[in-house]
């Protein structure tokens, strides 16, 4: 890949460059300069501590990692099923497919071991999965059984022809009720890890529509849409406007709310996302599917301690 240094990373060490630039760990980023395989405007460069300049072009592959995943069980719900695809429902706390620290515990694990034809499917490590979600959101995946539905749902995917909705609950009330960010999402020069506003980022669209605004609690349950699929996309756009989802520690949402005339502040156990709505045309079949999942106990207990009071809706 070519990747353009952008001003923030001006002076920075070429390994660290290449770690923030490819989205991979310093330590991956250091093994690929020690190598040889970073040229930085035509001439290769090998070490790592070299500074970059704004504007120049780096030339790099990040390599595969041939890891075989191993079948594991995990919790989860099959909404759907049937020979070349299921819809699941993924609780909060399960991470989709492994990665730096994550163990044998994923959801990848665990289709490998509800459905061990899935290997082969799709990219090592990762059988069947099309799509993700973030750890701690909650719900609907659709996952492909066969090579060929695979490459028809990520076709679906890139061609933006599968509808996602998100329920989400968030600092603040928005004043207008609808509304569209539409702003580039890239990695945080300063974490790696981490997604971040940039004019350097890649084009991100987000709609978003306020449900229920419960001023007393200065909070909102909103519905979001997403038009692209950048990592981290709902929780850096909402953040960005002034509106973090509830307990996102890492884009600063708070995890407790002060409710006027309640003592005791109404815990928010985990980040306050949920995918509750999937639709998409069958793959196979052609038959247009839709598929519906409703906000979980832990987020719903939320909304129920914050409608002790008549909130103000908006349709």
């Known amino acids: 890949m070519n990747q353009t240094v952008p001003e923030e990373l001006d002076g920075e060490r070429l390994d660290r460059a290449v770690a923030i630039l490819g989205d991979i760990s310093r330590s ?18 090998t070490e790592a501590k070299a500074r970059v300049r704004a504007g120049s072009v780096l030339a790099f592959e990040i390599p595969e990692v041939e890891e075989r995943l191993q079948p594991h069980r995990v919790e989860y719900t099959t909404v759907y099923a049937d020979d070349h ?61 066969e090579q060929s539905a695979y490459e028809s749902l990520s076709a679906m995917m890139r061609a933006r022809e599968v509808a996602r909705r998100y329920a989400a609950i968030v600092e603040g009330v928005l004043d207008i009720p609808r509304g569209t960010v539409d702003a580039p999402i890239g990695p945080d020069p300063n974490r790696p890890t981490k997604r971040a506003l940039s004019p350097y980022g890649k084009h991100a669209v987000t709609h978003y529509r306020r449900r229920i605004a419960w001023p007393e609690a200065d909070v909102s349950l909103l519905e979001v849409t997403l038009e692209t699929g950048r990592t981290h996309q709902i929780r850096v756009h909402l953040a960005g406007i002034g509106h973090a989802v509830l307990a996102d520690r890492v884009y600063g949402g708070r995890s407790r709310i002060e409710k006027q005339g309640v003592p005791e502040p109404i815990h928010v156990p985990r980040l306050a996302l949920h995918a509750e709505r999937l639709s998409f045309t069958h793959p196979v079949s052609g038959a247009e599917l839709e598929f519906v999942s409703d906000l979980p106990e832990d987020l719903s207990a939320v909304v129920a301690a914050l409608e002790d009071e008549p909130p103000t809706s908006s349709q």
């Open 28 to 45: 991956l980023a250091r093994t690929i300069v020690d190598g040889g395989g970073v040229a930085v405007d035509g001439a290769t460069l």
């Open 85 to 145: 695809l299921l819809v699941v429902d993924k609780p909060s706390g399960l991470t989709v497919h492994p990665g730096a620290g994550t163990g044998d515990e994923t959801l990848a694990a665990g289709l490998l071991f509800d459905f061990p034809s899935i290997e082969g499917v799709g990219h090592p490590g990762r059988w069947g999965i099309v799509h993700r979600l973030d750890r701690a959101t909650s719900g609907l995946l659709v996952v492909a059984l």
